[in-house]
């Protein structure tokens, strides 16, 4: 489709008369009447009934018409965007990320480009590390955020340290284990886990049961309400371990450690604005958490 034949055709049926289109398309009625003449010719259609009364669109002409606008509209929007992309403006983007991430800086993150970027439209995906770099793989993500260990090397893409991240095995403030000041890694065995992933995880196996969820403030209320062992960041729970509403279990066998924290994107491809604006985000904000003190 020639998109300037259509706003030819779009501008006949919003005068409703050829000489005052071919006025406001800046052509002369003669070169307007051919190019709608050549339309009509090619695949067979009147478009329009000329009369003394004006050019009225019959009934395949609505139907065309209606498609064009929405052509046009469309490529309008990508006229637009491709204006903004060599000044670097950010419009859109479309990023993947872990449950931890997501509980810990997702809101906020979102908010900081909202406010940075007017008119910018995110879209995110939470989920494991295989469902994430699937999608990633796929393009239907331009990025993932995630830690090393969930995401390690991946076939077909490239991964970009933005900072650290502090884990460590939790409890809620007045659980039994909290009281002791060493404890074994098999003291923990005896009570359930709290994970966002499948259990067996991060060294604990979750014979005494498990709660799987991917919703970080759920596994948080759970931890509050019942005796499961969770490995979370102090940083998410950084209130209640203040407050005394949360522990951070010392255990023989598995200690706190810090976590990579990645940009992973898919190998050769341009970044946009949008992904660098992102990863800046989220190192300044992994460094003021590492700062953060409890």
Same mark, same amino acid.
């Given at each position: 489709?020639?998109?300037?034949?259509l706003?030819?055709?779009?501008?006949?049926?919003?005068?409703?008369?050829f000489?005052?289109?071919?006025?406001?398309e %800046?052509?002369?009625?003669?070169?307007?009447?051919?190019?709608?003449?050549?339309?009509?010719?090619?695949?067979?259609?009147?478009?329009?009934d000329?009369?003394?009364?004006?050019?009225?669109?019959?009934?395949?002409?609505?139907?065309? +018409?209606?498609?064009?606008?929405?052509?046009?509209?469309?490529?309008?929007?990508?006229?637009?965007?491709?204006?903004?992309?060599?000044? %670097?403006?950010?419009?859109?983007?479309?990023?993947?990320?872990?449950?931890?991430?997501t509980?810990?800086?997702?809101?906020?993150?979102?908010?900081?480009?909202?406010g940075?970027?007017?008119?910018?439209?995110?879209?995110?995906?939470?989920?494991?590390?295989?469902?994430?770099?699937?999608?990633l793989?796929?393009?239907? +993500?331009?990025?993932?955020?995630?830690?090393?260990w969930?995401?390690?090397?991946?076939?077909?893409?490239?991964?970009?340290?933005?900072?650290?991240?502090?884990?460590?095995?939790?409890?809620?403030?007045?659980?039994?284990?909290?009281?002791?000041?060493?404890?074994?890694?098999?003291?923990?065995?005896?009570?359930?886990?709290?994970?966002?992933?499948?259990?067996?995880?991060?060294?604990?196996?979750?014979?005494?049961?498990?709660?799987?969820?991917?919703?970080?403030?759920?596994?948080?209320?759970?931890?509050?309400?019942?005796?499961?062992?969770?490995?979370?960041?102090?940083?998410?729970?950084?209130?209640?371990?203040?407050?005394?509403?949360?522990?951070?279990?010392?255990?023989?066998?598995?200690?706190?450690?810090?976590?990579? +924290?990645?940009?992973?994107?898919?190998?050769?491809r341009?970044?946009?604005?949008?992904?660098?604006?992102v990863?800046?985000?989220?190192?300044?904000m992994?460094v003021?958490?590492?700062?953060?003190?409890?």
């Open positions: 489709m020639d998109i300037t034949r706003r030819h055709i779009v501008a006949v049926a919003r005068n409703q008369s000489s005052r289109a071919a006025e406001e %800046g052509i002369t009625q003669p070169a307007l009447s051919r190019s709608i003449a050549a339309f009509e010719q090619r695949h067979g259609v009147v478009l329009f000329r009369g003394r009364g004006g050019a009225h669109p019959t009934a395949v002409g609505l139907a065309v +018409i209606e498609r064009a606008q929405a052509l046009l509209a469309a490529a309008g929007d990508l006229e637009r965007s491709l204006r903004r992309y060599p000044g %670097g403006e950010v419009s859109r983007v479309a990023f993947g990320l872990g449950p931890l991430l509980g810990l800086m997702l809101p906020r993150l979102a908010a900081s480009l909202l940075a970027y007017p008119g910018i439209q995110i879209k995110t995906l939470v989920g494991t590390s295989d469902q994430l770099v699937s999608e793989l796929g393009d239907r +993500i331009e990025m993932i955020l995630g830690n090393n969930n995401l390690g090397r991946v076939a077909g893409t490239e991964v970009e340290k933005l900072g650290k991240l502090k884990v460590a095995v939790m409890a809620r403030g007045d659980h039994p284990l909290a009281r002791v000041r060493r404890i074994d890694a098999a003291a923990i065995e005896a009570y359930p886990i709290a994970s966002a992933v499948e259990l067996p995880s991060g060294g604990i196996s979750g014979q005494a049961g498990g709660f799987v969820c991917s919703n970080f403030h759920a596994l948080r209320e759970t931890v509050l309400r019942s005796d499961c062992i969770w490995v979370c960041s102090p940083a998410f729970v950084a209130e209640d371990l203040r407050e005394g509403r949360m522990a951070m279990l010392d255990v023989a066998d598995i200690a706190p450690t810090d976590s990579d +924290i990645c940009l992973v994107l898919k190998r050769g341009t970044r946009s604005a949008a992904a660098v604006a990863a800046a985000e989220v190192r300044a992994l003021e958490v590492a700062t953060t003190t409890i």
